[in-house]
């Protein structure tokens, strides 16, 4: 078992940065591949990016892949998204999530994941 808590968000203008922090609670954080997804209202849960265990490995979104970055830092059991150049249209609410553990490879799809947090809300103004 493993507890999710996002940090972070906040209201935004266009071409600001923010970084997303995700706190996990749990002895086998470093066991599990983290990812983060966003839903804006009326869409899908929408995956962003996702790392491995040791954080060697990581995978984004075409979307989103020159302008947002994945870490982790497993002292700490965090995992960190840092969002640079923000558009209008990142406007969501962003969500962390774990997979089960002694799952370690990078997934990229909502059924991969079994943990997940209450979210935080991004906003970014025009």
């Known amino acids: 078992q493993v507890q999710l808590v996002e940090y972070g968000g906040g209201l935004v203008q266009a071409g600001d940065s923010l970084r997303l922090s995700c706190a996990a609670s749990?002895?086998?954080?470093?066991?599990?591949?983290m990812g983060w997804f966003r839903q804006a209202p009326g869409k899908e849960r929408e995956f962003l990016a996702a790392?491995?265990?040791?954080?060697?490995?990581?995978t984004y979104a075409d979307s989103v892949k020159d302008r947002f970055t994945i870490s982790r830092d497993n002292a700490k059991n965090t995992v960190y998204l840092q969002m640079n150049t923000l558009k209008p249209e990142d406007t969501a609410v962003y969500y962390c999530?774990?997979?089960?553990?002694?799952?370690?490879?990078?997934?990229?799809?909502?059924?991969?994941?079994?943990?997940w947090g209450q979210g935080t809300q991004v906003t970014v103004s025009s």
């Open positions: 749990g002895r086998t954080v470093s066991s599990r591949a």
């Open positions: 999530a774990a997979r089960r553990v002694g799952y370690s490879a990078v997934y990229s799809t909502v059924n991969g994941y079994a943990y």
């Open positions: 790392i491995s265990g040791g954080g060697d490995s990581t």
